[in-house]
């Protein structure tokens, strides 16, 4: 309990990256101003001319944006990142609520493999040493910074720090937003976890 009350201090103090925006990374765009029948172009850097490495449909929602850079916003496709033209994308207003977690948020790390997901009302932790694990979500804190993504989750058992930054899963070219850091049990029996989250719908 003390562990988890310090690491929510530590977070209540921390300044935001960006709390002036309308916006801060990573979060959901939708796809806009796109035709019909045409496609968002994913490319390799973020220039026109570089090569394109996949596309978005022209309706698509809850993109995940994990950086942006002179107009272009960094997103992930298959096993690698890549930028598309801000101009076409959306910011959603509804994902981070005060107090809430995305529906969509899942995060993961590797050296041990593990993952929390949402399951409900609840967490699920899964690792393959020890199978999955359900926790009553108790608690999430925020900052109270308006659509800051800095979260604390507690649940049984379980304490997760998620701050936003640059993080990779060791095991990809796809980049993420958000720095994951699990505390399991406390006191002398401790242990933790580390690793990266995402916001994008599976």
Known sequence: MRLALAL???LALASPAAATQEYTLPTLFDVTGVAADDVLNIRASPSASAPIIGRIAPNAKRVEVVDQ???WMQV???EQAGWVNGRYLMYRVDVW???QLPPSLSCFGTE????LTRSGGG???SRP???DRAMQLQRVLDTGVFRDPRRVIVADGLTAVMTPKWCSDGMSSRVYGLEA???LGSGTGASMLSGCCSIASR
């Open 8 to 10: 929510a201090f530590t």
């Open 69 to 71: 850079r002179s107009g």
């Open 76 to 78: 992930n496709t298959g």
């Open 97 to 99: 609520e005060a107090g």
């Open 112 to 115: 041990p493999f593990w993952s």
């Open 123 to 125: 967490m699920v932790l």
């Open 129 to 131: 040493d020890a199978g």
């Open 181 to 183: 850091t699990v505390v």
